[in-house]
């Protein structure tokens, strides 16, 4: 099991507190470089989609986006539009019989727990086509640990997110750092990596 009932009550009591919160700068410039590196008219997995804001942003493109998360109440805010398909999920019950242009895991697998990383990073590359592309977005840092809200994070080095992705058969070819604070009101650094299946 890679989630967590205590990360998951957060986001379940304070879904609308969380869209809020993501709605400031949105779209992001992460989610712009990585829309700008999918072929016109792609087929896209939100992977831990939260309220769905990144999900609309591509399909308003036309980009045809599949769109899951752990949390119900998430999915309840994730917008109606024709080309988003929703459904609640976690990272090892989602459908991954469909082979995706690009997945986008923004800030979602900060919650699974270190050991399960390689396992979860090789059933994404296997959801990719080949040269397909991936972007991941994590908290820098060193550890696991919960914040104050109680979600539990696995903090990582650049370093060792471009080795976990060298070893489930990624090509790291860029990264975009920057930091923000968080629904826990505390100013943390993040890496967004973007690589090639």
Known sequence: MTYDMKTLQVYETQ?????????????SKT??????NLPEKSYVLDYGCGPGL????????????????ASQ?????VPKHERIRSY????????????????WASFSLLHAERKDFPRLLSRIKRSIKPNGLFSIGLKLG????????????????????????????????????????????????????????
Request: proline share 1%; net charge negative; with cysteine.
């Open 15 to 27: 879904s609308s507190d969380y869209l809020e919160n993501v709605t400031k700068e949105h779209p």
């Open 88 to 103: 609640q999920a976690t990272f090892d019950t989602f459908l991954d019989n469909r082979i995706f242009d690009g997945i």
């Open 142 to 197: 060193a550890g696991e640990k919960r914040d104050e809200l109680g979600r539990r994070y696995t903090y990582v080095s650049q370093n060792e997110l471009d080795q976990l992705l060298t070893n489930s058969g990624f090509i790291v070819f860029n990264h975009i750092l920057g930091e923000d604070i968080g629904l826990d009101g505390v100013l943390s650094k993040w890496v967004f990596a973007y690589a090639r299946a």
């Open 54 to 69: 990144c999900a609309e942003y591509l399909a308003n493109l036309g980009h045809n986006v599949t769109a899951f998360d």
């Open 73 to 77: 109440n998430m999915i309840q805010l």
């Open 31 to 36: 989610l712009k470089y990585f829309e700008s």
